[in-house]
């Protein structure tokens, strides 16, 4: 399955050195219409239409992501994930820069402080791809920078004397793109701070760039446990044997993984999709953690599904595959409101003396409450 005109044009095998080396694809991103042109198969329009809205939002494809898209399918769900479309140029009067509103959240830059036990530190507007779907394209589109020492303190500085924050989760960008030795910085400041529980990693490494996850990153890592990892697969076919590589060597070094997915008009909004990548993620031990209703970014409106087309997924999953296979459908509602769970509903009525519900078939059941709980 793999497009092996990657290969042709990089000139190295898919067991090669190069391949297996993280910095080389990382040079070697496919940035320009052009390059691209000479891994899948573009017309003239598609690559002028390309370079058009390359003009809005930048393009960066690793050579192993490439190497997933299928060079003859525009409809391909990998390649809609990478390869810019001139949808991304229209722009709706509901979509916004900054559509989570994280700029207003910020206490100090690099820190968005919206849930009262928990912190965002985006550490990098570098990433591995730039995700088509990306919702914070306004920071990872621009250029890459890496968060200054500088910086750095003043958001270490802001976590610490905050006491009410237990959780840190770094986010970018994304912070696997950082050398092992940078990070390490980052990370030890945060575990040194006492209030501090739990450290978190949200990354696309292992599904777009999975040599990164190396011995020596992982060696790392474990040295500041308890540390969580959120990853963000939204296909059934980016679990490679690569990537479940990736993932295995992160959940063998102790670090539980979650998986962070978006529905995607064409790419996953149906049943069996998600079914098949949701049973892959949990194989390759990875716990489905959301599912997000896609963000009003600009130029959203042909990635973006109804609410209803959620519901149902959700609906038709629930009862019928393991329970900690079915993520939480979530809209992050628009100006900063935060996630908001979107449940099917199984409670038909409720009253002091009886719940009824519906099960997954679709049968009613009476719950009789306690009557003699007061509070
Ligand atoms: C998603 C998010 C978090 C983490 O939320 P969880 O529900 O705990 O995963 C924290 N801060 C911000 C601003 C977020 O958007
Ligand atoms: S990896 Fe995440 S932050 Fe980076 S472009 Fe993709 S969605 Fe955006």
Known sequence: MANDRVFEYFKVGPDSREWA????????????????????????????????????????????????????????????????????TFVQPWEARDPLNEENDSPVEHIVHRYPDRVLFLVTSQCAMHCRHCVRKRYVGEKDSVITKAAMEKAVDYIARTPQVRDVLISGGDPLTMDDTRLEEIISRIRAIDHVEIIRI?????????????????????????????????????????????????????????????????????????????????????????????DLYEGSEHFRTNVEKGIEIIRNLTGNISGFAIPRFVIDAPNG??????????????????????NYEGCLYNYPQPRDYLI
């Not at 040079?27 to 239409?49: D, M």
């Not at 670090?255 to 529905?263: A, D, E, H």
């Not at 998600?274 to 194989?283: C, D, G, I, T, Y």
């Open 21 to 88: 080396d993280w910095k080389w694809q990382f040079r070697n991103r496919i940035t320009t219409a052009e390059a691209l042109s000479k891994v899948i198969s573009l017309n003239e329009k598609e690559q002028e239409e390309i370079t058009v809205s390359l003009r809005r939002f930048r393009m960066a494809i690793t050579p192993y992501y490439a190497s997933l898209m299928d060079p003859c399918d525009p409809l391909c769900p990998i390649r809609r994930q990478a390869v810019p479309s001139i949808n991304e």
């Open 202 to 294: 949200g990354t696309r490494v292992p599904v777009t760039l999975p040599a990164r996850v190396t011995g020596e990153l992982l060696a790392m890592l474990r040295k500041y446990h308890p540390l969580w990892m959120n990853v963000h697969f939204n296909h059934p076919r980016e679990l490679t044997p690569a990537s479940r590589r990736a993932c295995a060597d992160i959940a063998d070094s102790g670090i539980p993984l979650g998986n962070q997915s978006v529905l995607l008009r064409g790419i996953n909004d149906n049943t069996e999709t998600m079914r098949e990548l949701l049973l892959k993620l949990v194989q390759a031990r990875v716990r489905p953690y959301y599912l997000y209703q896609c």
């Open 337 to 358: 409101g935060g996630k908001v769970p979107i449940n099917p509903d199984y409670l038909v009525s409720l009253d002091s003396e009886k719940a009824v519900i519906r």
